[in-house]
């Protein structure tokens, strides 16, 4: 969270019903994920492939998370990021 620019915005178009689409400012990033100490016993995040963009001024990164959570049972995606 502390990476993010007080004016940083996280964009999330493939959330699931009932979670925010986008975020805005720090403050919401974090409000965010504040609570993930208290869902997650692990989150690790592995595989990492950097993709170069034709502006340099941004970078794309794909990833995979592998996380465990309080009960036990795993929660892994796939991730893409976009980052400027």
Do not use: C
């Given at each position: 969270?502390?990476?993010?620019?007080?004016?940083?915005?996280?964009?999330?178009?493939?959330?699931?019903?009932?979670?925010?689409?986008?975020?805005?400012?720090?403050?919401?990033?974090?409000?965010?994920?504040?609570?993930?100490?208290?869902?997650?016993?692990?989150?690790?995040?592995?595989?990492?492939?950097?993709?170069?963009?034709?502006?340099?001024?941004?970078?794309?990164?794909?990833?995979?998370g592998?996380?465990?959570?309080?009960?036990?049972?795993?929660?892994?995606?796939?991730?893409i990021?976009?980052?400027?």
């Open positions: 969270v502390n990476l993010f620019a007080e004016s940083g915005v996280q964009i999330m178009p493939y959330s699931p019903e009932g979670f925010p689409k986008e975020l805005r400012g720090h403050a919401a990033i974090n409000k965010q994920y504040d609570g993930l100490p208290q869902n997650f016993n692990s989150m690790r995040f592995t595989n990492r492939v950097w993709h170069e963009s034709t502006d340099p001024e941004k970078f794309v990164v794909e990833y995979k592998v996380i465990e959570q309080k009960n036990g049972k795993p929660y892994n995606n796939d991730y990021g976009v980052f400027e």
